[in-house]
């Protein structure tokens, strides 16, 4: 089993920033990915942003290019998701992730484990 534990969320102004972190923990071992996914009221949940457990390849949703970075600290087993330029669509339940597999690492039905979630909400 992995357990993942997020950290980070809040309220924020529309155009300010937040980080996100998530600490995992237990056999990460056989961890491929490590993603962010966030879902708002009403909405399915939605990919935002992955990186290879080693850290080599990175994945944005087009919405969040050029705005959102993810990364991860190996020492720390811990993977971060640096949120700038926010918006008031940005509001949603954010939620860390991890796939023990190699494929489709949008698609959230391939994430194996699941932390409980970061409510962040950006005023306008």
């Known amino acids: 089993q992995v357990q993942l534990v997020e950290s980070g969320g809040g309220l924020v102004q529309a155009g300010g920033s937040l980080r996100l972190d998530c600490a995992a923990s237990?056999?990460?071992?056989?961890?491929?990915?490590m993603a962010w996914f966030r879902q708002a009221p009403g909405k399915e949940r939605e990919f935002q942003a992955a990186i290879t457990w080693n850290g080599g390849r990175s994945y944005y949703a087009d919405s969040v290019k050029g705005r959102f970075t993810i990364s991860r600290d190996n020492a720390k087993n811990t993977v971060y998701l640096q949120m700038n330029s926010l918006k008031p669509e940005d509001t949603a339940v954010y939620y860390c992730?991890?796939?023990?597999?190699?494929?489709?690492?949008?698609?959230?039905?391939?994430?194996?484990?699941w932390g409980q979630g970061t409510q962040v909400t950006v005023s306008s």
């Open positions: 237990g056999r990460t071992f056989n961890i491929y990915y």
């Open positions: 992730a991890a796939s023990r597999y190699s494929d489709y690492v949008m698609m959230s039905d391939r994430y194996n484990y």
